[in-house]
């Protein structure tokens, strides 16, 4: 949707808000949801390249533990699959383990046979049967480095994408969008800028002297308008001066002065009493976080050992400066896979390793390693620490490239394109 209309829906929802939202001050519940259940993953499309338009949603397909994207089907109804008989066996259903329960938007619906299949927004879940059709690109396609070419669906058929809060009452002055320093979907203002909520220690307690809308930086305070009213969790109040601010649950809204781009989450670890405004949250293994190290925004384990991907590296003009770093298609990693790290290559490297009984979700997946022990792989690539970095917060891996040489001991050129082939390794990034 673009940001006019974003404007426009806003404003219309604000006007048809009942007197039933009127204000209320009494904090609700804005614990974010989590954006998928286990055994649900998410996958970006490689055809997304660079930076996206502010106010345009990223688009995001659902995959199961293998990666396989899901797909919805046009003649189904809520919460009802008409997949069946010889339908079902073209299209399997997005199995359910018996232990999973319903979450937010995502339901479980009983088939016929007993069996549990996921639903998303009521809409039945499915994966084309590979035995069929595969939609798996070709490695000699992900090595060329563009995107593989999406398999023809028939009628009826679509990739199941990610739509987070479809039906979240926003004011027109804002909306939802990813935030990756954050790891999840949150409010952002109409530039695509991160919002906070301020979580009072004691009561009347605000991040300036005084509660104004004249607080100096680096808190801006998230003016509503004159007109505005009670929205959902949303509510205008008055301050000292006589001006309005958001507020999101009872909790006043503020922009943080040290974000530069649509996605920055700097203000998180700024001040403990502000959090990112989230709606959706992506699942996290126990123990990983973000920090800001040297090189940005790293994912670390427990003991705050930098985390690591390894790549096929390929000159890409002006991509290393993006704000969130060199695109990395989901296919090449699947394609590396464990075997990115040879015998040798783990004598410095250590696979990131994952517990028997954990499981997948969001960005997160699990790879069945050759000596039978599994290892987590963050957006398609297996993940590993570095031997080098003898300290929390080093990052001395950070870029170092292994070239491959062929016969002769010469190095072999990239499909004629005039460098190198070499595999590098680079910070995973959030």
């Known amino acids: 949707m673009s940001r006019s209309a974003k404007l426009l829906v806003g404003c219309v929802i604000m006007v048809a808000a009942s007197a039933a939202q009127a204000a209320s001050n009494r904090p609700v519940d804005t614990i974010p949801a989590a954006a998928t259940p286990a055994g649900i993953l998410l996958v970006e499309p490689e055809r997304q390249r660079g930076l996206r338009p502010v106010g345009s949603q990223k688009v995001l397909n659902l995959a199961d533990t293998q990666g396989r994207l899901l797909?919805?089907?046009k003649k189904d109804e809520r919460l009802k699959s008409n997949c069946v008989d010889e339908c079902a066996?073209?299209?399997l259903p997005a199995a359910a383990p018996p232990a999973a329960k319903p979450m937010g938007d995502w339901a479980i619906l009983v088939r016929a046979d007993r069996s549990g299949q996921w639903t998303y927004h009521g809409r039945p879940l499915y994966i084309?049967?590979?035995s069929a059709k595969t939609s798996a690109p070709r490695a000699q396609e992900n090595f060329e480095g563009g995107p593989p070419r999406e398999p023809q669906l028939p009628d009826g058929w679509s990739v199941a994408t990610y739509e987070p809060a479809p039906e979240l009452l926003v004011p027109g002055s804002a909306y939802v969008d990813e935030i990756l320093d954050a790891s999840g979907w949150g409010l952002v203002d109409l530039q695509g800028m991160t919002l906070y909520t301020f979580n009072a220690r004691k009561r009347g307690e605000m991040p300036c002297a005084k509660a104004t809308l004249s607080c100096e930086a680096p808190w801006i305070p998230f003016e509503a308008p004159e007109a505005a009213h009670a929205i959902g969790r949303f509510d205008a109040v008055v301050q000292a001066d006589g001006t309005r601010q958001w507020t999101y649950g009872g909790k006043p809204l503020f922009r943080f002065s040290g974000d530069l781009v649509p996605g920055d989450a700097y203000g998180n670890r700024s001040d403990e009493r502000f959090a990112v405004a989230l709606v959706y949250k992506y699942f996290t293994?126990?123990?990983?976080?973000?920090q800001r190290l040297a090189v940005g925004d790293v994912l670390v384990n427990a003991d705050g050992k930098a985390l690591y991907t390894r790549h096929v590296h390929r000159h890409q003009i002006g991509n290393r400066y993006l704000p969130h770093g060199v695109p990395r298609p989901y296919s090449a990693g699947k394609t590396l896979g464990t075997g990115g790290c040879d015998a040798r290559c783990?004598?410095?490297w250590r696979p990131f390793v994952a517990r028997a009984q954990a499981q997948p979700s969001g960005f997160w997946e699990i790879l069945d390693r050759p000596d039978g022990t599994k290892q987590w792989a963050y957006k398609g690539y297996a993940l590993y620490t570095f031997s080098g970095d003898t300290a929390p917060g080093e990052v001395n891996?950070?870029?170092k490239f292994d070239f491959l040489t062929g016969e002769n001991g010469r190095m072999p050129v990239d499909n004629g394109r005039g460098s190198?082939?070499?595999l590098?390794?680079?910070?995973?990034?959030p």
């Open 424 to 429: 590098v390794w680079r910070d995973a990034e």
């Open 71 to 73: 797909h919805t089907y």
């Open 89 to 91: 066996t073209q299209w």
């Open 397 to 399: 891996g950070h870029e």
């Open 128 to 130: 084309q049967n590979v």
């Open 346 to 348: 783990l004598k410095e």
């Open 285 to 290: 293994p126990p123990g990983v976080t973000i």
């Open 420 to 422: 190198a082939l070499a």
